[in-house]
Nanobody
Framework: VQLQASGGGLVQAGGSLRVSCESS????????MGWFRQAPGKEREFVTV????????HYADSVKGRFTISRDNGNNTVYLQMNSLKPEDTAIYYC???????????????????WGQGTQVTVSS
């Protein structure tokens, strides 16, 4: 299984950006999918996840109200719409997938079995 992230780039503070992640296999349609990010010199951190049927989402406090996760299982794709971006949102964004039986799912990076290659998001001040 491969996850291919795209859509990163450079944006000014206050702007918006949408990143996407496409799965190579439709079997991830039954998985929780989400995003982590890693800023230079910092630990990888949880951003958001979405349930397999889009019925539930969960966000880190730092992005709540600004970021929106969605998915299209028919196209094996998960999206992250980022609004009101701040310089501290600058990071490499990684899409992830895993199967969980609890909600909200764990926030540890080691709990997620599938990882994309990451896409760079840079927010200038």
């Amino acid at each position: 299984v491969q996850l291919q992230a795209s859509g990163g780039g450079l944006v000014q503070a206050g702007g918006s950006l949408r990143v996407s992640c496409e799965s190579s296999e439709g079997t991830l349609g039954g998985s929780t999918m989400g995003w982590f990010r890693q800023a230079p010199g910092k630990e990888r951190e949880f951003v958001t996840v979405i349930a397999w049927n889009s019925a539930r989402t969960h966000y880190a406090d730092s992005v709540k109200g600004r970021f929106t996760i969605s998915r299209d299982n028919g196209n094996n794709t998960v999206y992250l719409q980022m609004n009101s971006l701040k310089p501290e949102d600058t990071a490499i964004y990684y899409c992830v997938a895993a199967r969980f039986t609890v909600w909200p799912p764990p926030r540890g990076s080691s709990d997620y079995h599938y990882w994309g290659q990451g896409t760079q998001v840079t927010v200038s001040s």
